[in-house]
Each structure stands twice: as C-alpha cells, then as structure tokens.
C-alpha cells in the first residue's frame, strides 16, 4: 500500500474521531462519527481486505449511524447545543486519557518485537477474503456465530415485545 | 502500476461519467415523454436548434431532444436563494451526498466484455472488486444521509417530514434489498460481478437460461426462487430510489415537494439527478445480476479474442437493457397510485422481509437437492 494514503487516511479517522467528541452539536458528532468509519474503511480496504471495507460502510456507515440519526433529529439540539462544558468531566476525561496513553506507551514500548520492521509478507491474491472469513466462520466459530445468532434474536424479540401497543379492550370504531 | 492502467483507468472514469450523466439528462427528457405518451398528451417537442435566429425558414426542433440543456441553463441562470433559517453548511452538503453515492456505485458494474488493446487488456469496468454487490449495497446505503441531512437543515415542517420519511423507508426496504441479492449470489457461488456476467454470458443469463449449462433441469426449478428475488428486488430498488409508487418521502400532495422543498436553483437539481442516477445505476445492477449484464441472448456474438468492436458492440447492448429498463420504471411512475405510508411500511416489513427470508432455504433447498 502507499504509505501516503495511510498516513491521510489515518488522520482523516482521527480528526473526526475527535470531532466526534469535541463537537457540541449532535448531528455533527454523528456526521463525523460516519466520515471516521468511512476513513477506517479505506485503511481496511488498503490492506486489501475489501469484504472488511465494505462491512464496515455497510452496516455502521450505511444502518447504525442512519438510525442514530434518526434519533438525533427527533432531539431538541438547541437545548443540547447551549449546554457549558462540565470542566470536572473534561478533567477527569484528560486523566484517563493520560492513564491510558502512558500505560499504552510502557506496554509498546516493552514490546522488543516491535522494533525490527516486518518483512513484506506474500500477499496471496489468488484467494478471496471472502471465501476465507466465510470458511473461518462457519468452521472454526459455529458456535459462536450461533451464540451470536440467538442473541440478535433475542433482542429482536425484546424490541417487539416493548414496542407492542397494549391492545384496547374496547375499539371506539365497534360501539355501535 | 503501469502508466496503461492508469491511463485506461481514467479514461473509464470520465467516459462513464459523462455517459451516465448524458442518459441522467435525456431521461429528464424521456420522463416528460413517456408521461406524455401515457397521459395522451405531447409533452415537450420544440427545443431544438434555433435556426430562425440565423435566418432560416425553420427550425430544427428533433423532438425536443435539447430541452434539458435549456433545463440546464435555467437551473444555472436562476437564483439561488437559500432561507434565512435554514443550516447552511448541511444545506450546501446535502445535495452533494445524494448525488455523489449514485455515481459511485457505477464504478464495480461492468459494461462490456474485455477489450484487448495491442498488448494489453483492458476490462470494460472500473474497478474489478471481489465484492461488488456489498459494494453497491454499502455506497448507496450512504445515500440516505443527503436526503436526511437536507430534510432536518431546512429547519420547516415538511422538508423535515420528507427526511424522517425517508430514512425509515430506506432503512426498511435495504433489508429486503440485501435479502433477496442472497439466493442469487447462492446460485452464482460468486460475488465478482465481471465474472458473473462472463458466467451468464456463457451459461444462460438468471432469468433466462437457456444456452449452455443452463439448460439443465437445477437452473428451470431454480427459475422460482430466481424469480421471487427478482421482483422482490425490483420492488425495492423502487423503494430505494424514491420512485412512485414509492415517493412518500417528496410526496406533493401531503408535503409540498418533501426534502426539497427550501431548496431551488442547481441544488435543486442535483436532487433530481441524484434520483436519476439513482435509478440508472438500480437498472445497471438488475440487468447485470438477472439479465445477463452486456451479454447477448442465447449465447450470440461471444467475444473470447477481445474485439474492440464486438466489445463495443457488447457496451450497446449493456445500455440498451438498462435504457429499456428506465422506460420500464417511468411506465409504472405514471400508471401507478401512490402507497400510503403505512401500506408502504407494511409491504417492506410483513411481506418482502419474510418472503426473501423464506427464499434463501427455499433456494438453499433446491441447491442441495441437486448438487448432493
């Protein structure tokens, strides 16, 4: 891959990833939320893993950020807009940020593993990826893929249940 | 990457662009025609060559075929007002993203056979992905964000009304879209659309088999579950483009113009040809998947030695289907009423998701009976 294009997209994910959370206003989050997994995407995409690509716009670009927001827009943003910063919540983000950066950077940073650069590793593009993830699924993690299964149904059920009107004893349309 | 690739690669881009915004353009044209033809009226005949300008007895009328660049040039000319309540940067974007993902998806379908070029060959389509329908799927997924986006920036009643409306519907209907592309990538065992279209070319195209292995007793009794897909997909292609009978989301006769309506002059008209392009590259992946994508029936005209001009030939088919299938859509946009909304989401929830569900093991069924 272009080490340029990495780099691009890379920035591109994390500048909206910070939009994503410095932004006050909702639908800006969300919008940037899209455009960081859209950048995401493209870095899967140039690892040559196109199915990983195409998913990842396709169900969180493409249907979860949509029904976000959905929502978002039934909100009142004004009232969300006016809203000061929470100095306390900033402070107390700042230190797990820190926290967690200086943890990532002894752990890195004890990895001798990491120093050496990787060789380039033969890329074999007679197979397709998704062959291979299909293959790996349905194989090795069945039953995972199952477990995962009745838990999507599960909380489809969930969702009819809760959402189910009551049904009115008496229809105003049947009095006579 | 050679230098060829490039430059072939770029020279695809343009001229698909071009040749999808000429169709996008004569089919604003053919709408009113069509309408016309349907409603027993004439419809627009006399933009054409203003000769008597220059002196002449007549003019040169060809059936009105300039109108839309007189469209064009009023859309240009006009002002372009934009409210004062309106959020102005979603308002500039939102005509942008509905146009951009139509455009997009143009790029994995093919439209020709490969054409080799002295040494070199060149594939009749732009990008040769391996996942081309989840490509189309994911790309024109992301076109609800224009019409949503444009819905909640105006800042009115109806435009909002317009964008609810629509992201629920285009939500609804994906999944029967993306439900009933499953039987058909079952039967072509492949998600390569070049070599899906090579596949029907040579073997009967999917709704048509009748030359080559498609002669065979799996693919007649998979003709049901072929064909189930097909109008299911075709019934949500219609949903996903805002086509009637599936307009609800610009509605005129509840919401003024729907998303729209703050909307005027070239922003105005990048929505309906987003909607055009929309429609043109829904009739490119229907004629690639179902009808055999630019391949002739019962296997005529084959281009294994890379003809340029057979492969040409192949590109004219490729766009007659998907022209004839434009027709097809304007047809049922004017002899059709429109669905209200609960019929709509009724139709897309309780019986196209459960009916391309059931399809899959019927389908699923079929493949394992025969290839035990």
Known sequence: MPEPLFYFFSLLTLIFGVGVVINRNPVASALCLVASFIGLAAIYVSLNAYFLGTIQVLVYAGAVMVLFLFIIMLMDIRAEERRKFNLVAVGGGMVLVIGFLAMFSSVVSGFKGGEQRLSQLPLDTTKSDVVEIGKTLFTDYTFHLQIVGVLLLVATVGVVVLSRREDRPSAPHEAP | ?372
């Open chain 2, 1 to 372: 990457m050679d230098w060829f690739f490039t430059l072939s690669t770029a020279v695809k881009v343009v001229l698909s662009i071009v040749t999808l915004l000429t169709i996008v353009a004569l089919a604003s044209y053919a709408e009113r025609r069509v309408s016309a033809i349907i409603q027993d009226r004439v419809g627009p005949n006399r933009v054409g060559v203003p000769l008597t300008l220059f002196g002449a007895k007549k003019d040169w009328a060809f059936f009105g075929l300039l109108q839309p660049l007189a469209d064009g040039l009023k859309f240009i000319l006009k002002e372009d007002f934009v409210p004062a309540h309106v959020k102005k940067f979603y308002f500039w974007l939102a005509p942008a993203l509905t146009m951009i993902p139509a455009l997009l998806t143009f790029a994995v379908i093919p439209f020709g056979s490969t054409m080799v070029v002295g040494e070199h060959t060149v594939p009749m389509v732009i990008a040769n992905l391996n996942v081309g329908p989840l490509f189309i799927l994911a790309i024109s997924s992301l076109s609800v964000y224009g019409i949503v986006l444009a819905g909640w920036s105006s800042n009115s009643k109806y435009p909002f009304l317009g964008g609810v409306r629509s992201s629920s519907q285009m939500i609804s209907y994906e999944i029967s879209l993306g439900l009933s592309l499953v039987p058909v990538l079952m039967v072509f065992g492949e998600l390569n659309l070049s070599k899906i279209v090579d596949y029907q070319n040579h073997n009967g195209w999917l709704l048509l088999p009748a030359w080559g292995e498609g002669l065979s007793v799996e693919r007649w009794v998979l003709m049901i579950p072929m064909l189930i897909s097909f109008l299911i997909f075709t019934i949500s292609v219609f949903a996903e483009t805002n086509r009637m009978p599936f307009d609800l989301p610009e509605c005129e006769t509840e919401l003024v113009a729907g998303y729209h309506t703050e909307y005027s002059s070239m922003k105005f008209a990048l929505f309906f040809m987003g909607e055009y392009a929309a429609m043109v590259v829904g009739s490119g992946i229907i004629v690639t998947l179902y009808l055999g994508g630019w391949s002739l029936p019962f296997g005529l005209l084959q281009n294994d030695e890379g003809s340029i001009w057979k492969s040409l030939a192949h590109v004219g088919c490729f766009l007659t289907k998907v022209v004839a299938w434009i027709i097809f859509f304007m047809w049922v946009r004017w002899t059709l009423p429109r669905f209200r909304y609960d019929q709509l989401m009724r139709l897309g929830w309780v019986w196209l998701f459960e009916i391309a569900l059931a399809n899959v093991f019927l389908t699923a069924v079929i493949i394992m009976i025969f290839r035990k």
